[in-house]
């Protein structure tokens, strides 16, 4: 959980915002099993720019062929529970 203006934000929540922010779509069309290229529309700049985005928030680093795996928005949850 992460503080914010004395609200806590859970990691999905943040990752949501950032998905929506990164790739310009709203929140209603994320969802947790949303495929960042299939369902959201994002190229493969999109999703480099998307994990550096990720990386810069959660303070850590991604490695190429672990990014390579995370295509959706729960995998990102997943990889930054198990890595944070």
């Known amino acids: 959980m992460f503080l914010n203006g004395g609200c806590l934000v859970s990691i999905e929540e943040r990752v949501r915002k950032i998905v929506c922010e990164q790739l310009g779509v709203g929140d209603d069309e994320v969802k947790n099993d949303s495929s960042f290229v299939d369902d959201l529309g994002a190229d493969s ?40």
């Open 45 to 84: 700049l999109d999703t480099v720019e998307l994990v550096m985005a990720l990386e810069e928030e959660f303070e850590l680093e991604i490695a190429d062929e672990e990014a390579e795996k995370i295509s959706t928005v729960q995998e990102a949850v997943n990889y930054i529970n198990s890595n944070s």
